[in-house]
């Protein structure tokens, strides 16, 4: 899968922002997790991201 999407669960607030504006986020224990981290292409995880307040959303291409 070309592209990995993960979450820093130190910095994550488990605001809910990102599994609000993406499905392919969900909160677990408080922290936000992706629900499938390697994904051939990319939908809402960029929007996902940019709504992060605390840039905990990586998103690298393999
Ligand atoms: Fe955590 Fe950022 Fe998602 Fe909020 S938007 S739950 S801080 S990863």
Request: with cysteine.
């Amino acid at each position: 899968m070309p592209y990995k999407i993960s979450v820093d669960h130190d910095a994550c607030i488990g605001c809910g922002a990102c599994a609000a504006t993406c499905d392919n986020f969900k909160l677990v224990d408080g922290k936000s997790e992706p629900v499938k981290a390697d994904v051939s292409e990319l939908s809402c995880e960029k929007e996902a991201s940019e709504s992060c307040p605390v840039n905990a959303i990586k998103i690298e291409k393999n």
